[in-house]
C-alpha cells in the first residue's frame, strides 16, 4: 500500500486555514531529477541556483518562448511531467472536491533570483487570490467548485530567499472575496497575520482560490528559487482553467509526451477517456495518424 505524502494533518490544516505546506514531499531521488530536468528545460538555472555568483543563465531577464513567457507542461524529459501527475495531487484535490472528477488545469515553471527585475517576478506582491485567471466566474465556498494549488519548492526556501506568504482564512471571513487584491494599507489584518513559507528543497505548498497569499522578493544578495506551479479543476467545470493545452499540441514535447502517457494521464488533461462518445473510427485513425506510436488499443477496445 502506499504511503500518502499529504496526511490528515494536512487535511485538516488546509480545511481550518486554506493551505498546508508539506515539508520535503519529494523523495531525493525525485527532487535529483527534478533539478537535472529543470536544466533541461530552462539551460543553467538549477546550476546558477546552486552558485547565483555565477554567470547569469539563460532567459534570466528575457521571456520564455511559450505561454506567457514562462515553460509551460509538457516538459523535455519525464521527472517534471511526472511530478506534475504526481497521484498524491490527484488525489487530494479529487478530495476536496468531495470526489469530484479533476484534471490538471496548470502547470509551469517558475524561478527567479537576485537581479531580477519585478517585470520578472521578482517583487512583493499585494495579497491577493488566484481566480482571477483560473475561472471565468467566482469561486464559491462550495467543495465540489473547489480548485486545488500546488507549488512545488526544488530549492531550499529561506527568509531572503522569496517565500511565499500565505494568510488563514480565519483573518477574513466576509461572504463574498472581492476584490482580490488588498494593498497592506487596505487591509493590514490580512499582512500582520501572514505566514512566510520557510521549507526545504522539495516542499510542496498547497492552497485554494480563496486563500490570500503572495510571492515575495529575494532579499538576500545572491539567490535563486526554483520552483513548479500545478493546479487541478473539476473536469466538468468547462469555465475553469488558467490556460489552454492545445495551444501546446503542437510541439515536439507534447507529442513525446502524448504517446509515452498513461491513459489516466491523458485525461487529467482533458483528453477525451476510453468509452467517450467522441470516439468512432474517424478520430481514433486521425489521432492515431496525428500522434505516431500513440498505442490506442484501450480508446478501440472501449
Known amino acids: 500500500m502506499k504511503t500518502m505524502r499529504i496526511t490528515k494533518e494536512h487535511e485538516n490544516h488546509y480545511r ?22 529543470f536544466d ?21 531577464s528575457s521571456p520564455f518562448p511559450d505561454q506567457r513567457g514562462i515553460p509551460h507542461f509538457p516538459y523535455k524529459g519525464d521527472a517534471l511531467n511526472r511530478l506534475t501527475f504526481h497521484s498524491e495531487l490527484s488525489r487530494f484535490a479529487t478530495l476536496m472536491g468531495e ?20 517585470k520578472q517576478g521578482n517583487v512583493d506582491q499585494h495579497m491577493h487570490l488566484d481566480y482571477g485567471n483560473h475561472t471565468l466566474a467566482y469561486p464559491p465556498d462550495v467543495p465540489k467548485f473547489w480548485q486545488t494549488a500546488f507549488l512545488y519548492y526544488f530549492t531550499d526556501v529561506t527568509l531572503d530567499c522569496g517565500p511565499t506568504a500565505v494568510c488563514s482564512k480565519k483573518y477574513y471571513p ?15 489584518e490580512i499582512y500582520d497575520n ?34 513548479m506551479f500545478v493546479t487541478y479543476a473539476p473536469k ?8 489552454g493545452w492545445p495551444v501546446s499540441a503542437g510541439k515536439k514535447e507534447f507529442h513525446e509526451w502524448v504517446v ?39 480508446y478501440r477496445d472501449s
Not at 528545460?41 to 539563460?58: I, L, N
Not at 496548470?106 to 527585475?117: E, I, N, P
Open 194 to 227: 501572514e505566514v512566510k513559507v520557510v521549507c526545504p528543497a522539495g516542499s510542496l505548498l498547497i492552497y485554494g482560490m480563496r486563500t490570500f497569499h503572495r510571492g515575495t522578493a529575494i532579499t538576500g544578495t545572491s539567490h535563486a528559487r526554483l520552483g
Open 174 to 188: 466576509e461572504r463574498i472575496l472581492f476584490p482580490r487584491h488588498y494593498s497592506p494599507e487596505a487591509r493590514p
Open 236 to 243: 466538468a467545470c468547462r469555465w475553469m482553467g488558467i490556460v
Open 99 to 118: 470526489g469530484e472528477e479533476m484534471y490538471c488545469e496548470q502547470s509551469h515553471l517558475t524561478y527567479k533570483a537576485t537581479g531580477q527585475s519585478p
Open 40 to 60: 533541461e528545460v530552462v539551460p543553467g538555472w538549477a546550476e546558477f541556483a546552486k552558485d547565483p555568483s555565477g554567470s547569469r543563465p539563460e532567459y534570466f
Open 16 to 37: 481550518e486555514h486554506g493551505y498546508a505546506v508539506v515539508d520535503s514531499f519529494c523523495e531525493a531521488d525525485e527532487l535529483t531529477a527534478a533539478l537535472k530536468n
Open 260 to 298: 509515452g502517457a498513461s491513459v489516466s494521464e491523458r485525461s487529467l488533461i482533458g483528453f477525451p477517456e476510453p468509452g467517450h462518445e467522441f470516439w468512432t473510427e474517424e478520430t481514433l485513425d486521425g489521432v492515431a495518424a496525428r500522434f505516431s506510436g500513440i498505442d490506442m488499443t484501450p
